[in-house]
């Protein structure tokens, strides 16, 4: 059986967390399977954007509570971190290939971080977001650390850590915390859209975004002023910013080749 589902809908390559279960939590298993999907739609070059999202009635309830492993490890959890869930986080915000996170119910622990990693996030109103780690005695991890105070500001990250309290869906997107609140029925139709609009855009200058906006976080203006004329530099080459300019004076849409 495998822990995450993989299927092709033209240029999006549809990833579903498998463990409906135990509302998508990181049993053993889970995060190699989302990893190598992972990779195989990074590599595949058909595959122009992804959409992450979970089956059943949650997204990702994150560590596998149930399983007496989970609480046994002790300080052995560091090297299952960096071996297991560190490569897939980064991975995901490393990607040139942009990925869109459909949050189908709750998202806990590591599985907020696991949807913040994504590039677009929409929420079932019906959704929540909770960061169970203070109320367990655990710490932070699967970047939530830097990725809460990235999207909503320190003191709202340091409270919502701290006392474990949940966010709905809209307080989510009220917050900033990710990009849009969608009625349940039509969750995966609005993220669908979103990835097949993605994977009809320029590959090359959406993965240049994709990498500034990371690189800008904690580098100086100067810095990025630079890289910001690096990057253009790389896209003014391509055939895709020929083909929009084209497109834009003819009053057409686009057709990018990633070339």
């Known amino acids: 059986m495998s ?8 240029a999006v390559a ?11 939590a990181m049993r053993r298993g889970l995060l190699g399977d989302l990893g190598n999907a992972l990779n195989a739609a990074f590599a595949d070059e058909a595959v122009r954007a992804i959409l992450l999202t979970g089956a059943g009635k949650g997204f990702c309830a994150g560590a596998e509570l149930g399983n007496g492993d989970t ?10 971190m ?11 915000r490393n990607a040139e290939k942009p990925i869109v996170v459909a949050v189908n119910g709750a998202a806990a622990g590591a599985g907020v971080g696991l949807a913040l990693a994504g590039d677009i996030v929409l929420a079932a109103r019906s959704a929540k977001f909770v960061l169970s780690f203070a109320r367990l005695g655990a710490a932070l991890d699967a970047g939530t650390s830097l990725f809460l105070q990235r999207s909503i500001g320190v003191a709202r990250a340091r409270a919502l850590a701290l006392l474990g309290r949940p966010l709905t869906a809209e307080q989510a997107e009220q917050s900033g915390l990710i ?6 029925a039509r969750l995966m139709d609005e993220a669908m859209a979103i990835a097949e609009q993605l994977a009809a855009g320029p590959p090359i200058g959406l993965g240049l975004i994709k990498r500034q906006i990371e690189a800008a976080w ?13 990057c253009q530099g790389r ?14 004076v003819e009053k057409r849409p686009p057709q990018f080749k990633g070339r």
């Open 3 to 10: 822990w995450v589902l993989s299927e092709r809908r033209g």
């Open 14 to 24: 549809v990833l579903t967390l498998n463990n409906p279960a135990q509302y998508n």
């Open 71 to 80: 609480f046994s490890a002790g300080a052995n959890v560091a090297p299952w």
């Open 82 to 92: 960096r071996a297991e869930l560190s490569p897939v986080i980064e991975s995901m």
């Open 179 to 184: 990009f849009q609140t969608v009625d349940d």
């Open 218 to 230: 904690d580098a100086p203006l100067a810095a990025t002023l630079d890289s910001e004329a690096e």
């Open 235 to 248: 896209a003014f080459v391509t055939e895709d910013l020929r083909e929009g300019a084209a497109a834009f």
